[in-house]
């Protein structure tokens, strides 16, 4: 297999159990972001926190703070160092593919110079429209930063081979997808906040904002995609990233 998969953490999302679908008074999850590293380039499915969000003063962890909730990042967790830890200069990175435009999925496109951003044009849309990017915290800020964008409806084909599949999966945000990967590692699906851990595939507990119904359909459609060999990698699950992470964040 000609594509290679890793998994970085880029900082921690903290918040009340409920919003999270968690037990506890108070929990803390990764924010994971992927690489793909293929004969056409790099590419990132996701980009983690704004590197800014290292200083705890930055506004909108201040801002995050006042409503309960915080995400923290220290310097070794930034997208630069965990790419420079592959190797991999962030300049060289081609395309980042994202799930959503929350902060915590696409905060590090400033650190991606080169990247063509590739998003459903539902998200983008949603992302430039008062009332939907307000009630689903689609700051434009994180996003909107001059990139060159590619637009996508439906299934996406990243690399042109079947290797990197986008597959819509709307739900937490108007145009949520995912991206499914045959890969040196196997077959995964990468789900993003189609499911932030795996206990919700039971619970279908989903987050307050979201569109429920949409997101039961979109977990549904994921979980059909699995083969029996299918890793399912789930969006904030503090179990796949513990100390026998669900991918690699080294080369061996």
């Not at 790099?42 to 506004?59: R, T, Y």
């Not at 006042?66 to 220290?74: I, Y």
């Not at 989903?206 to 990698?233: C, E, I, K, W, Y």
Request: aromatic residues 8%; hydrophobic residues 40%; charged residues 25%.
């Amino acid at each position: 297999m000609s594509l290679r998969l890793f998994g970085c953490l880029c900082g921690q999302f903290h918040s009340d159990g409920v919003a999270m679908a968690m037990p506890g008074e108070r929990v803390s999850v990764p924010i994971p972001f992927y690489v793909l590293e293929h004969p056409e380039g790099v590419a990132l499915f996701d980009c983690g926190l704004p590197a800014a969000m290292v200083d705890p003063d930055e506004s909108y962890r201040v801002a995050l703070r006042k409503v309960g909730l915080d995400a923290t990042l220290t310097p070794e967790e930034t997208l630069t160092r965990n790419l420079e830890r592959l190797d991999i200069d962030p300049a060289r990175v081609r395309w980042a593919a994202l799930s959503h435009l929350h902060f915590d999925h696409a905060g590090g496109l400033r650190e991606l110079p080169n990247a063509t951003v590739i998003v459903q044009r539902r998200e983008w849309e949603a992302g430039f429209e008062p009332e939907l990017s307000s009630r689903y915290g689609l700051r434009k800020r994180y996003f909107d930063l001059g990139h060159p964008v590619t637009l996508v409806e439906g299934e996406h084909d990243l690399f042109g081979d079947g290797s990197a599949v986008l597959v819509p999966s709307h739900g937490h945000t108007p145009g949520h997808q995912s991206l499914r990967v045959r890969s040196d590692r196997g077959d995964h699906i990468l789900a993003g906040d189609a499911c932030y851990h795996c206990g919700v595939v039971e619970t279908r507990q989903f987050p307050q904002m979201s569109d429920h119904a949409a997101m039961n359909r979109s977990l549904d459609a994921l979980l059909a995609l699995r083969g029996p060999d299918t890793v399912m990698v789930w969006g904030h699950d503090p179990d796949q990233w513990g100390e026998r992470p669900v991918l690699p964040n080294a080369r061996d």
